[in-house]
């Protein structure tokens, strides 16, 4: 069974910084590019970044390029998202996701970031 | 990076068909054959019900089916349930190798 369970969310001040974590299980991560998608309380869906299978290729929604860095970790199964320079508009909800091809066919259950003084 | 187009909302009775558009450009939806649907409980992660245009995983009812024609993408939901009153984002590939979401339709089960 495919499990994706994030961590690392909380309450940050603007202009602060953040890693978020998302152990994966049930699947050969190493296979698999991986991506990140947030979700404002209250809004839509909001795709920010991936990162392809070998880590090689990454890519960013431009609302977070230059701010946010995704990275993998395969010897632990483990998918991150550095956040820099957080703003008030990057309050969300974070879910970790599993790429297959070209679309995402799993989700976890997402870790709540909030960025307020 | 604009979002795709979706009606903010549907509605229909149970047994009812509707149908939720997903309008984009020919640089994500029109470009390529790369469009899934999401449906969202509230409170829960979204799950995958649609994906490349019309296919369906594994588990998901064939009362959900999807279609394009050119830079539009429908989601048609055939013997409307209870439980299909959800959210529903469709997503789409784009030109610059990154992803784009729609706005969301919600669903609702009258």
């Known amino acids: 069974e495919v499990q994706l369970v994030e961590s690392g969310g909380g309450l940050v001040q603007p202009g602060g910084s953040l890693r978020l974590s998302c152990a994966a299980s049930?699947?050969?991560?190493?296979?698999?590019?991986m991506s990140w998608v947030r979700q404002p309380p209250g809004k839509g869906l909001e795709w920010v970044s991936v990162?392809?299978?070998?880590?090689?290729?990454?890519g960013y929604a431009d609302s977070v390029k230059g701010r946010f860095t995704i990275s993998r970790d395969s010897s632990k199964n483990t998918l991150y998202l550095q956040m820099n320079s957080l703003r008030a508009e990057d309050t969300a909800v974070y879910y970790c996701?599993?790429?297959?091809?070209?679309?995402?066919?799993?989700w976890g259950q997402g870790t709540l970031v909030t960025v307020s003084s | 990076q604009s979002a795709l187009t979706q009606p903010a909302s549907v509605s229909g009775s149970p047994g009812q068909s509707i149908t939720i558009s997903c309008t984009g450009t020919?640089?994500?939806?029109?470009?390529?054959?790369?469009v899934s649907w999401y449906q969202q409980h509230p409170g829960k992660a979204p799950k995958l019900m649609i994906y490349?245009?019309?296919n369906r995983p594994s588990g998901v009812s064939n009362r959900f089916s999807g279609s394009k024609s050119g830079n539009t993408a429908s989601l048609t939901i055939s013997g409307l349930q209870a439980e299909d009153e959800a959210d529903y984002y469709c997503?789409?590939?784009?030109?610059?190798?990154?992803?784009?979401f729609g706005g969301g339709t919600k669903l609702t089960v009258l």
């Open positions: 996701t599993k790429v297959a091809s070209y679309y995402i066919d799993y």
């Open positions: 049930g699947f050969t991560f190493s296979d698999y590019a």
């Open positions: 990162v392809s299978s070998s880590g090689d290729y990454t």
């Open positions: 020919s640089s994500d939806v029109g470009g390529y054959n790369y």
């Open positions: 490349d245009v019309s």
């Open positions: 997503s789409s590939y784009t030109s610059s190798t990154t992803r784009v």
